[in-house]
């Protein structure tokens, strides 16, 4: 029972994160009709949101050091410990929640900036053209976050307060040994609250209201004398803003590099496909489901039987998918069934 | 009309070879006249052709090509290991082992066609990847790649009593440098006729039949998937002998050559020479290989050289400028280039020259220029 908790909880982290990619994913293409291979790069730059904020607030000089008394020593402190003593430092460990602050106009702004200076020039063209224009536009992000960020990963901290596990176990009336890190459980909430606003957005305003019917039919609404265009861009908008925000919270499980765009992005595609093109909850669900395979697949006990299988279980389960039902778990009938 | 396209065949195929085989001459003033550059031209060239009969005929974009690449190699280092240092065996296996692995795949994602077909090929590829790391580590040898040892069997040449590592070879002629050119060139050239031959084909006019309109097609009575299957076996066995090439002009094989961005960066070539011409994806791979390695050998104080014609404030600011896009970071300049060619070029160089030789000849035949000419290159001959 144990282990079977234990792995459902390690599926649900990465999951959180899939999902969240996914879900922006489905909304440019229910709405833009647009297969956009630079998303995997719009979530990187959200975790190197969290590091930009990080090195700002940690902007040093350097000051002698007091304890040592032999000859002059001097340390690294950073301005904002000097100004304000503890409530500086105290900012400074929570810099990964306050680059949500940041990440959001930073993301939407990119955003709208892709969106008008790219997408829209792609409407008309094919999905292969649309992948390669967008896989290039990533290659291109991936490459500038390089140029100034270096390749190796920037590891993260956390708040000290949410730093250790909580004791899963005893919460659920579990045995004591169930433990998990603390973090990642607040990942998944996190998670389950964006993706909680973006479906209230959607279900429960008016605009979230015409958003929809213009995923439905386009020409209707457009017809009706609404600018649906504006409304779907700012859709895309929010889609780089979900994205950046999963990296921003990822970075403390996973230290941000400039190919981990690359990495998620073709799980993440492979969730939407598996979740249907398209769909939106599809995507939500696949993307929990297969991270919560995946954790399952990774048990000891299932590597002895099946070696390898953690490695291939997600594309397994894809192509055969994609084989047997092409418009995926919850994808409309007709959609992209070809 | 049919014995004039035949002789201006044979006179492609003419040019070409000599352009191939002359390529240490004219390819010296660039400063591109060493074997393993030219070795890499030969190698990603075929790659490029054999990809172009899937996507450029077909319009099937593979995500997962370098599977077949990988595939290849270790092929043809195994048949290293443990047959003979000869490279005919070794390519032979290489290329049939990936075209094995080709029909498998092929016929799985063939089901489906646009998005999906791109996302199966890249689960294929990545599944093949992850397990190259982890499961089949026996056979692939796992991050330290496969490589050659002094023991291995290799049965044939037990009688050569060696020290150091072997060299491949073709009965006796030692393949390194420019023997190992001459080799991938005249593969090269093989692939190249082969590819003339498909492309005038009655098979290679189903298989553009199929890229402008499947379902007509299939109304007309054609069953698409064998076609379309035999075009992926065959640019999958295409890009076996490509890997097999590099192991034998570099006995190594690695796991990374199946990563699905090496699938991408022959997309690239092919996006950039221009999809669907005979002579585009050699260009492309040319040109991405040439540039790679000038762009990537610069660095400050070299760019710092070159611009100090300027005044030095104007030198700081170029070399500032253009810092980014080399050295390291040539891959911003390919992830740039290839968004430009296809925003604004879509047919890539083929169809640049094809329009540029319409603008020279513009007064001569107006009515063949008014018709959307940029459309049609993908049709016209290399």
Known sequence: MDAIVIQILNGLDKGGAYALIALGLTLAFGTLGIVNFAHGALFMMGAFCAVTVQKLLTISARVRDMSVTFFEAYKETPYLELWWGDTGTTIIEYSVPLSILIAIPVMALVGVVMERGLIRFFYKRTHAEQILVTFGLAIVIQEIIRHFFGANPIPQAIPEIVSGSANVGTMLGLSDTLVYPWWRLIYFCFATVVIGGVFAFLQYTTYGMVVRAGMADRDTVGLLGINIQRRFTIVFALAAVVAGLAGVMYTPVLPPDYHMGMDFLVLSFVVVVVGGMGSLPGAVAAGFLLGILQSFASMNEIKQFLPGIDQIIIYLVAVVIILVRPRGLMGRKGVMES | MSIQSTRKDLLIMAVFTLAVLTMPIWLDPIGAAYPDLLQKFAIFGI???????????????????????????????????????????????????????????????????????????????????????????????????????????????????????????????????YPGFYFCAVLLIISFFISLRIFRSPFGLKLR????????????????????????????????????????????????????????????????????TLIGPLLGAGLIKYFENIFSSYNEQVLHEIFSFLPDLFENIMVFVVNPFVGEGWHLTLGALFMVIVIFLPGGIMEGWTRLIGLFTKDRSKPDNNTPASAKAQTSEG
């Open chain 2, 209 to 276: 039949a199929i890229k402008s309109n499947q379902v007509r097609m299939n109304y007309t009575g054609f069953n698409t998937r064998p076609y379309l299957l035999a075009a992926f076996v065959i640019s999958g066995m295409y890009a076996g002998l490509a890997g097999s090439l590099m192991a034998v002009t570099d006995p190594l094989a690695g796991a990374e050559r199946m990563q699905w961005t090496a699938s991408g960066e022959v997309v690239l070539m092919t996006i950039l020479g221009g999809v669907g």
């Open chain 2, 47 to 177: 790659f490029a052709i054999g990809f172009n009969i899937l996507f450029g005929l077909t319009g099937y974009l593979s995500f997962g090509h370098a599977v077949f690449l990988g595939v290849g190699s270790y092929s043809a280092v195994w048949s290293f290991k443990l047959l003979t240092m000869n490279v005919i065996p070794a390519v032979i296996a290489g290329t049939l082992i990936a075209g094995v692995f080709a029909v498998v795949i092929g016929f799985l994602c063939l089901r489906r066609s646009g998005i999906y077909f791109s996302i199966l090929t890249l689960a294929f590829a990545q599944m093949s990847y992850n397990m190259a790391y982890s499961v089949l580590t026996p056979i692939t040898n796992g991050e330290t790649g496969l490589q050659l040892t002094q023991n291995d069997p290799r049965i044939f040449d037990a009688a050569a009593e060696t020290t150091g590592l072997p060299i491949t070879e073709l009965f006796g002629m030692k393949l390194s440098g």
